[in-house]
């Protein structure tokens, strides 16, 4: 990296890459060989910044200049202004909203400032496609020191006492993990990392893996060193095709490297990784399930115990972690347990990656300390609500987790509070809602999500799952009467308490948590038939008021259906039997004239 | 022993570790209602998916309710197994499995059978309180087995019977979530696919999802005929399971009473497959000996192990597993056939009526044989042999269906000729029967000795392959039995491999044998039922005055009057058949 | 369900695959990828073969293929459409857009046109929340789409 006196670090992840970020990248070396730079600046494509909000991103070094959604054009310009005038491309620069200030350094920004990156600590900062840079940046470091100079005791120990837990969702203490698998007696144990992110709305491992692979097969090789296993395996969603690509660059590159293979580091210890896809069934998240998927069986759960740490894949021990949780590993190995754990709440060390999203200004993945508040993440680091709309609630865990409210803002987010506020960490999805948000709607959009990925297996799940989403949507439709609500949270209970997996142990939770927190509104549709938040097409009309419009025809050309007619110049109206209440028009309507009723 | 104490509903109870929670409960007298679980003891199966939550009992500080079927006990537990909450969460699952499941019990082939619906009813359901979508399938009817899956309950039962104890595996799960069911592949007809028809399905489901096809309509209807003479034969195994559906113990014999109600039901001769049973012995001891004395003469093409084919669901299973085997099992048709076959024939022509107007019903244990029965090889011009096989089920409604007062019906004795049989034909229905009564006659044809001792104890048992070597005076041979298809696979691999020992093999579809079979009274996985119908056929047996097969009178005189001999031409015509390559292909298009 | 002939070549390409994977049962998902890659679907005659070849029963193979999202056994169209369902996408008004795609091509999700032009889908996070709500039409992303851009997206591949 040395020889170069300038970088351009371009946003490589899927979001940038769907803004053409690919073509930013050609046109900027096009435009350092036109002007004959390609000694002194390398262009380099990295992984995700976080920052999706403002994509494609541009990030200078040595300056730090920040730039944001920059398209293939402008590629020019940032050379010939940048690099070679040494003037910054001002309207390139994130502009502070509080302010109307272009702020250049990535620093100095509300979505940065209260961020502390472990997991992501390369992403954006390495070409994940060389093993170089991240081996310039202490990689293999951790690998080294705990084959060289740590028994697996003692390097279980660094991670028991650190306090980390399971990122994936269930917050099982990790250390406590790898000792419960290295105890497990057998001749042959497996290190499985679990890439099958399947929570909507959460893209935190695919960042990882796509932003800094090698950080995951360090952590897989120290976990093997650990439990005293050789063989790896990531079982990686199918629909990650970027993240596998890099993955199998990484494999590759660290076998010719000898940091994975046989005789790591000339110490007799081998581990190698290998790749399983996934197929697109969120059940495989969870362990049991996804050893059966590995194994070429239908993704259903089974019953623990045993749990894999005992019996896992091919009836081996296997310890299961997933890819946060890897990459927080060699971190803890190079900087030590006492330095993790200075970060973070008494029960809840280090930092969480999120995935913010929704009804939010800076949409984009973050990395915040365990103990940091809903109000810092959605107002300082997410920029509040889009619009200048009311904020609603915040859900947290995805389908498993729950809807928390103006009332949880202050409370720190750490495993337990967010289990105590009825929601769950998660895997880290973190979707804001607005005042346009019906959280009935919510809760059965989470519910559609669960009944199509139930497996099947047991029948609460099965079965009432489906019944949950029937019942909601009845209340959509302004069908039900308040007994129903009463069967809903019955029925929602007997899932939690009787189902086989965690699925159906958490998919509940959406219901019971909007329930607890929008008594009201559920009872609105039930009582008065409405929809406060004015989302349930069933119970709304779109109405136009004569008195407003002025019959410009903007509505009825964009209405899709024609359901609008009127004369030009005339109050125009709504054919109700036709409207789809797609809402196109009331969008469109620059008078404020068409409303729902 | 590790041993680990716990309370259950207040009870102290101390288990070895390991036990789950059922079993403890059960252990002292707490009866944990289940509804997917099921163990076969003596089959050493148990399905135990988890899946149906019916189980489901309080742990003290347990977050969760856990399934005592797959929950073990551990040190200290405190269960309570019938807590408000507990009751509270059984009854909301079972109204959710009800919630799709239609309510035609009246109607429904397992209506005062079904595990369901019995369970429904201890559970004091009286409403569904949850309406929506129920899922539909089109109901798919083989010449054996109805499969209604509206009725499935995902207990997954039939497909852990049809791949790890039949390792047929025409069943699997597929779909997921709502839409997921227990389907062939491509949710084909059963009629297209590897089913071999042993309806083991059938005999472990706890609801009416799979069924036998109920041909009881038909027989009614040509006993009702003036213009037919309807005949009925009645297998072995019958007889020793027919008495449950009378609430009678399991392993009572009930051959008089059936046959009286057979002839108060209408049927014009009452004949005994058994009959048949010892004439398969005469053909296929013959063809035994033939291979044998081949083998001895050091014929190197000749086929050895003799497999016997007597079972139709295991007829079905070579055909489409083993389609290079074909030559290796006996060519004898299964005693039903023969007995349908020479039916039609000999007796026919002793009755002075046409074969047209001949109707054979034969009961069976099995639900197969309706398909055996069916297949085109064992007619005439579309004249079946056999016209229509009823289970011992059927058979127990029909009687029922007739006001028949079973328990008050006083023995009476087969018709002749084809009603005589030896204690060699009623061991047909036990696993190793087969073989037991071919030694019988082998053993005495080949040596030209008498047999002293008819019992070979080393044959019988309920280990799914047994094997054992009996002297023919100084000449060892080897003999392998299994039961059930995947312990017959196992044996037939060893065959295909070249591997194998033996000079004959018996082999049964169903755990148990016949007596097992699907078409028996539901056990409703209590296996030692199984184990008391097998006793019964042995009390059976020894209780008969003829016990080898060549000395049935019957047999003997119609060898002389008709066949002539034992595989000669006309009982290759008659009582021999051959087999089909049934494995499937995919066609490939040479670009 | 019609039968169709495979093309020879297409299927020695799956049985080097599946010789690949040394015929592992456990590699079943593998192989299904790979043969998915192979000839764009996986029809009853492909997992036929795959049955064949790995020496499991068809019963199961189909068990497998139905039971995870990925896999498909009817031929995508010319152009596969993706609406993004993943909750960022939704609550910014993906469901809508849905909707629309559905009433414009008189489809429902998972078909295809009857001119095998087009087929819908819906699909869980793309990982490009920052641009909800997403459609993928092929490998071309687009961001930001409104109910109203749909008429123009298709317009693009009439």
Redesign the interface.
């Known amino acids: 990296m040395a020889k170069y006196n300038n970088h351009i670090l371009v946003c490589g992840g899927t979001g940038c890459r769907a803004s053409q970020s690919e073509e930013i990248v050609e046109n900027l070396k096009q435009a350092v060989s036109d002007n004959s730079l390609e000694n002194e600046i390398q262009v380099v494509r990295t992984g995700c910044f976080g920052f999706c909000e403002k994509g494609p991103i541009v990030k200078m070094i040595p300056d730090n200049t920040f730039y944001v959604q920059v398209t293939p054009e402008d590629a020019g310009e940032i050379i010939s202004e940048h690099i070679v005038k040494g003037r910054k491309v001002e309207r390139l620069l994130f502009t502070d909203p509080e302010n109307n200030e272009h702020i250049a350094d990535s620093k100095h920004m509300g979505f940065y400032k209260k961020q502390i990156r472990i997991a992501l600590r390369n992403c954006g900062f390495i070409n994940p496609e060389n093993i170089d840079e991240y081996i310039a940046r202490d990689g293999y470091a951790a690998l080294g020191k705990v084959l060289s100079e740590m028994t697996p005791e003692e390097a279980i120990k660094e991670i028991k006492d650190s306090g980390l837990r399971g990122r994936g969702g269930g917050g099982f203490p990790t250390g406590l993990k790898w000792e419960i698998t290295h105890n497990v007696e057998g001749d042959e144990k497996y290190v499985v990392c679990n890439a099958d992110e399947g929570d909507p709305g959460a893209f935190m491992d695919r960042s990882i893996l796509e932003g800094d692979p090698h950080s995951v097969l360090e952590a897989m090789a120290i976990c093997g060193y650990c439990i005293g296993g050789s063989n790896g395996l990531i079982y990686i969603r199918a629909e990650y095709p970027l993240a596998i690509e890099r993955l199998k660059i990484a494999i590759e590159q660290a076998r010719e490297l000898g940091v994975i293979g046989k005789d790591i580091f000339g110490t007799g210890f081998d581990f190698d990784v290998e790749l399983r896809y996934g197929a697109g069934a969120f059940v495989c998240g969870e362990e049991t399930s996804l050893i059966h998927s590995m194994e070429g069986l239908r993704g259903e759960p089974t019953v623990k115990p045993p749990f894999p740490s005992v019996s896992g894949y091919k009836g081996k021990p296997t310890n299961v972690n997933n890819v946060e949780t890897f990459a927080n590993i060699p971190v803890i190995i190079n900087n030590g347990a006492k330095w993790f754990s200075s970060i973070g709440t008494e029960k809840s060390k280090g930092t969480k990656v999120f995935a913010l999203a929704g009804k939010i200004n800076n949409v984009g993945l973050i990395e915040v300390p365990m103990g940091i508040t809903l109000r810092e993440v959605i107002f300082d680091i997410g920029g509040g609500i889009k619009d200048g709309k009311k904020f609603k609630a915040v859900q947290t865990g995805g389908p498993s987790g729950g809807c928390l409210t103006e009332k949880h803002l202050d409370i720190p987010i750490d495993y337990d509070n967010l289990i105590a506020s009825g929601s769950m960490m998660g895997s880290g999805g973190m979707i804001v809602m607005d005042e346009d948000d019906c959280m009935v709607s919510v809760a059965k959009f989470y519910l559609d999500f669960t009944v199509e990925e139930s497996c099947g297996k047991c029948a609460p799940c099965r079965i009432g799952n489906k019944r949950l989403y029937e019942m909601l949507d009845k209340i959509t439709k302004g069908n039900a009467t308040e007994d129903d609500l009463g069967i809903l949270r019955n029925l929602a209970n007997v899932i939690k308490d009787t189902s086989l997996c965690g699925l159906g142990q958490t998919s509940p939770n959406p219901v019971l948590s909007t329930m607890d927190n929008f008594a009201d509104e559920y009872l609105a549709h039930v009582k008065d038939a409405k929809c406060p938040a004015g989302q349930c097409k069933d119970l709304m009309e779109y109405v136009i008021n004569p008195e407003t419009c002025v019959g410009c025809t903007l509505c009825s050309r964009v209405c899709p259906v024609d359901a609008i007619s009127g004369d030009k110049k005339q109050p125009h109206e709504i054919d109700t039997t036709v409207c789809i209440k797609c809402g196109a028009c009331m969008e469109k309507c620059k008078f404020n004239a068409i409303s729902i009723q | 022993m590790d041993i680990v104490k716990l309370n259950i509903d207040n009870k102290p109870v101390v288990v070895e570790k390991g036990t789950t929670i059922l079993e403890a409960a059960k252990s002292v007298g707490v009866n944990v209602p289940t509804l997917c679980h099921m163990k076969l003891h003596d089959v050493g199966y148990e399905n135990n998916?988890?899946?149906?939550?019916?189980c489901?009992v309080e742990v003290e500080g347990r977050r969760?309710?856990a399934?005592a079927c797959?929950?073990?006990c551990t040190e200290g537990m405190d269960i309570n197994t019938h807590s408000l909450?507990v009751i509270?969460?059984r009854r909301?699952?079972m109204e959710?499995?009800l919630?799709?499941h239609p309510a035609e019990c009246l109607t429904c082939v397992k209506n005062g059978k079904c595990d369901l619906q019995t369970m429904a009813q201890d559970l004091g359901i009286r409403e569904i309180?949850?309406?929506?979508?129920q899922s539909h399938y089109k109901e798919d009817k083989s010449p054996s087995i109805i499969r209604d899956m509206d009725k499935c309950?995902?207990c997954r039962r039939c497909e852990m019977v049809c791949?790890e104890v039949q390792t047929v595996?025409?069943?699997?799960?597929?779909?997921?979530?709502?839409?997921?069911v227990v389907?062939?592949?491509?949710e084909m007809d059963l009629e297209k696919?590897?089913c071999t028809y042993c309806g083991q399905c059938v005999a472990v489901c706890p609801t009416g999802a799979l069924s036998e096809v109920d041909n009881t309509r038909k027989v009614i209807a040509s006993l009702v005929d003036p213009s037919k003479t309807v005949i009925v034969q009645t297998a072995p195994a019958v007889r020793a399971a027919l008495g449950e559906e009378f609430d009678m113990e399991p392993g009572t014999l009930v051959t008089g009473k059936m046959t009286s109600a057979l002839k108060k039901l209408g049927f014009d001769k009452v004949f005994d497959t058994d009959f048949a049973a010892d004439l398969t012995i005469m053909e296929e001891g013959t063809e035994l000996l033939g291979r044998l004395q081949k083998h001895l003469a050091g014929d190197k093409d000749v086929k050895l192990p003799i497999l016997t084919s007597c079972c139709p669901g295991w007829v079905n299973f070579f055909e489409s597993n083993f389609p290079d085997m074909l030559d290796v099992p006996s060519t004898a048709k299964s005693p039903q056939q023969m007995f349908g076959a020479v039916a039609k024939t000999y007796l026919a022509d002793q009755m002075g009526i046409k074969r047209e107007d001949m109707i054979v019903v034969s009961v069976m244990p099995c639900v197969a044989k309706k398909y055996e029965s069916g297949r085109p090889e064992f007619a005439v011009d579309g004249n079946p042999d056999v016209d229509f096989s009823i289970t011992t089920r059927e058979l127990a409604q029909m009687i029922k269906g007739a006001n028949i007062n079973f328990d008050d019906l006083t023995d009476e004795e087969f018709d002749n000729p084809m009603g005589e049989s030896t204690g060699a034909a009623v061991i047909f229905a036990n696993t190793g029967g087969v073989i037991e009564a071919a030694v019988r006659t082998a053993y005495e044809v080949q040596t030209k000795k008498k047999l002293e001792k008819v019992d070979f104890e080393e044959l019988r048992g309920f280990e799914g392959i047994r094997s054992a070597t009996v002297d023919f005076d100084g000449l060892p041979i080897k003999i392998g039995i299994a039961h059930g298809l995947g312990n017959a696979r196992k044996l037939l691999e060893d065959v295909q491999a070249g591997k194998s020992e033996f000079h004959a093999i018996e082999i049964m579809a169903c755990p148990g044998g016949c007596i097992g079979g699907a078409g028996q009274p539901y056990h409703h996985g209590d296996t030692t039922i199984l184990k008391k119908r097998a006793e019964a056929i042995y009390r059976e047996d020894e209780g008969k005055e003829i016990r080898k097969s060549h000395e049935n009178p019957f047999i003997v005189k119609l060898y002389e009057e008709f066949l002539g001999e034992p595989c000669g031409e006309l009982s290759h015509k008659l009582l021999h058949t051959h087999y089909f390559d049934k494995k499937?292909k995919?066609?490939?298009?040479?670009? | 369900m019609a039968e169709i002939k495979l093309a020879e070549s297409k299927v020695q390409e799956l049985k080097e695959v599946c010789k690949k994977f040394n015929y592992d049962k456990g590699e079943l998902i593998n192989v299904l990828h790979a043969a998915q890659g192979i000839f764009g679907y996986l029809p009853a005659e492909v997992q036929e073969v795959v049955a064949d070849q790995l020496n499991v029963n068809i019963a199961h193979v189909y068990g497998v293929v139905t039971f995870y999202s990925f896999f498909t056994m009817t031929p995508k169209g010319k152009h596969p459409i993706s609406i993004c369902m993943g909750t960022a996408c939704y609550v910014r008004g993906a469901e809508k857009v849905l909707d629309e795609f559905k009433r414009l091509l008189d489809v429902k999700v998972g078909e295809t046109t009857p001119d095998g032009k087009f087929s819908v889908s819906s699909l869980r996070c793309v990982g490009a929340c920052g641009l909800a709500p997403v459609v993928t039409v092929g490998e071309k992303v687009y961001g930001r789409v409104a109910p109203e851009d749909v008429k123009d997206i298709l317009a693009e591949y009439k």
Request: negative net charge; charged residues 20%; glycine residues 10%.
């Open positions: 998916p988890g899946g149906c939550r019916i489901v969760n309710l399934p797959k929950t073990e909450r509270n969460a909301t699952v959710l499995i919630s799709d309180p949850f309406e929506g979508e309950i995902m791949n595996g025409c069943l699997s799960a597929i779909n997921r979530g709502f839409e997921s389907a062939p592949a491509f696919s590897t499937k995919v066609e490939i298009n040479n670009d």
